[in-house]
């Protein structure tokens, strides 16, 4: 995806939807833990989102405005020990806008996580540009359409890490795959640097833009990012 989006396949980039739902947080039977405070790292946002937000980043380029509204539906949990009601003040849904850097200013991206959805869940990528779209499926499948061709292509390349078994059949397990793979290469040739790693910068920039969602979803308007 990222390669035909460097080729032009998108041309200007109108706008970019994502969307990771599913069901695993929903009963509110299920018991407290770490999960369920948000200052011991819990919520939607810092477990999923700041993936969503990293790619992002690495697809269109910097983020430098975010306007999000963070829910907590289910507010208390059982304790595993005592049975007793614990308060949740970790998300457990988000819904989040961005804009992005200067060159795209009328590009805009939407986020939508949900842990408290129905059964199945989404899992998928549709950008929009002024030549064509892209799609990113749960099973990494791309599709594509070039602007007026009316009717989406199969674009993926053939996947690896589907002839493995006993690989989970979702983008996060496959994905794990192909980035220890890589590290394993990289030990092995003893190397610390693989194209398209990660970096601490990385890191803290992802960390920058949750921060303004936390922010933004606090009182209740855009935030810009520092710097910008």
Known sequence: MKRLIEEGYLGRLYHVTATVTSGFRGSAERPWNWWSQRAAGGGLLGAIGSHMIDL????????????????????????????????????????????????????????????????????HIIAVGENGTL??????????????SGQLADLSEPDLAVELPEIADNIWARSFVHIAREIVQALREDRTEFPDAPTFRSGLHVQAVMDAIYESSRIGCWVSLAGD
């Open 56 to 123: 992002f980043l690495w697809l269109f380029g910097d983020i430098h405005a975010v306007c999000g509204q963070l829910r907590t539906f289910v507010k208390e949990r059982p304790d595993p020990k005592t049975g007793e009601l614990r308060p949740v003040d970790s998300d457990d849904f988000a819904s989040i806008l961005f804009k992005f850097s200067d060159e795209l200013s009328e590009s805009i991206g939407t986020l939508t996580l949900s842990a408290v959805a129905g059964p199945g869940g989404e899992n």
């Open 135 to 148: 799609i990113l499926d749960a099973r990494s499948r791309l599709w594509g359409a070039r602007r007026g």
